[in-house]
């Protein structure tokens, strides 16, 4: 069997006194969505800094498609196809959808922000930015600024800010958050689009998306892995239903 394309061992880090992180370890296989649910606080956010090269961890590793990367920084782990979304917007509000793209592009390139103008204006920019704002459903919105779109409009074009680099895995931190029932079923629809041509990590807080979504699932509680599997599995799980679905749940269920 080949290695999976990400693979975690005894990852851990703390805060001060806090347990971010504790011995995470994670398998996960090419073309796989992996949700990663928990309380808040649990260290999902962590956990997507420690992938994405943001925060260094204390002890563990990290292996992506055959390399170890625990050492790599944030641009060279996006070289090598890593990319995330962030739970709140990370967008430059002035720019239009398509400028925010073409200039993910170019800092993927490895070009300086410096050669903005250039940004806006090249065609090899541009047109694999638009491609990801068609791919995502936000074509028509192209010329629209930031500032003018909905919120949803705002999460879906931070994905599209993701993809425009071509990543091989994908980290999501709450792509749903904030959200309208309406846009959260446009956003799902979406990933639902993109699951099984691209790995993604998936961090979300509701659980019918989870199941709607996920291929598997790990739960985190206070910075550890309590359990990881199919989604059966996980539902089926004491540990989950009393830490984390509700023990109401697990004495009636
Ligand atoms: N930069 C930091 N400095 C100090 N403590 C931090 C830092 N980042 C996270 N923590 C703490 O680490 C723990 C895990 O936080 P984290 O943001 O990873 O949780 P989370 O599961 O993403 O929560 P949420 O569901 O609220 O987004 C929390 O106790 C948090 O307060
Ligand atoms: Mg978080």
Same mark, same amino acid.
């Given at each position: 069997?080949?290695?999976?394309?990400?693979?975690?061992?005894?990852?851990?880090?703390?805060?001060?006194?806090?347990?971010?992180?504790?011995?995470?370890?994670?398998?996960?296989?090419?073309?796989?969505?992996?949700?990663?649910?928990?309380?808040?606080?649990?260290?999902?956010?962590?956990?997507?800094?420690?992938?994405?090269?943001?925060?260094?961890?204390?002890?563990?590793?990290?292996?992506?498609?055959?390399?170890?990367?625990?050492?790599?920084?944030?641009?060279?782990?996006?070289?090598?196809?890593?990319?995330?979304?962030?739970?709140?917007?990370?967008?430059?509000?002035?720019?239009?959808?398509?400028?925010?793209?073409?200039?993910?592009?170019?800092?993927?390139?490895?070009?300086?922000?410096?050669?903005?103008?250039? $940004?806006?204006? !090249?065609? &090899?920019?541009?047109?694999?930015?638009? =491609?990801?704002? #068609? %791919?995502?459903?936000?074509?028509?919105? /192209?010329?629209?600024?930031?500032?003018?779109?909905?919120?949803?409009?705002?999460?879906?074009?931070?994905?599209?800010?993701?993809?425009?680099?071509?990543?091989?895995?994908?980290?999501?931190?709450?792509?749903?958050?904030?959200?309208?029932?309406?846009?959260?079923?446009?956003?799902?629809?979406?990933?639902?689009?993109?699951?099984?041509?691209?790995?993604?990590?998936?961090?979300?807080?509701?659980?019918?998306?989870?199941?709607?979504?996920?291929?598997?699932?790990?739960?985190?509680?206070?910075?550890?892995?309590? $359990?990881?599997? !199919?989604? &059966?599995?996980?539902?089926?799980?004491? =540990?989950?239903? #009393? %830490?984390?679905?509700?023990?109401?749940? /697990?004495?009636?269920?």
């Amino acid at each position: 069997m080949s290695e999976p394309l990400l693979q975690v061992a005894g990852l851990t880090k703390r805060f001060g006194g806090v347990i971010a992180a504790e011995a995470i370890a994670l398998a996960i296989p090419a073309g796989e969505c992996h949700a990663v649910i928990g309380p808040n606080g649990a260290g999902k956010t962590t956990l997507v800094g420690l992938l994405a090269g943001e925060i260094a961890p204390e002890r563990g590793s990290i292996r992506f498609d055959g390399r170890d990367i625990t050492a790599l920084a944030v641009p060279g782990r996006s070289q090598l196809g890593l990319a995330r979304s962030f739970q709140i917007t990370s967008l430059f509000a002035d720019f239009t959808a398509l400028d925010n793209v073409a200039l993910a592009v170019q800092a993927h390139d490895g070009h300086s922000f410096r050669f903005l103008t250039d $940004a806006r204006r !090249d065609a &090899a920019l541009r047109e694999p930015a638009r =491609a990801a704002l #068609e %791919a995502i459903g936000l074509g028509s919105r /192209a010329d629209a600024r930031v500032d003018k779109l909905s919120h949803g409009e705002q999460r879906q074009l931070e994905i599209a800010v993701a993809l425009a680099t071509k990543p091989r895995l994908l980290l999501l931190d709450e792509p749903m958050a904030g959200l309208g029932s309406d846009e959260s079923a446009r956003m799902v629809a979406m990933l639902r689009r993109l699951k099984g041509s691209l790995t993604m990590v998936l961090i979300e807080h509701d659980m019918a998306t989870v199941f709607a979504l996920a291929d598997r699932i790990t739960v985190l509680v206070y910075g550890r892995v309590i $359990a990881s599997g !199919d989604p &059966a599995a996980v539902r089926a799980d004491a =540990a989950v239903r #009393e %830490a984390y679905l509700g023990e109401q749940d /697990a004495r009636h269920g």
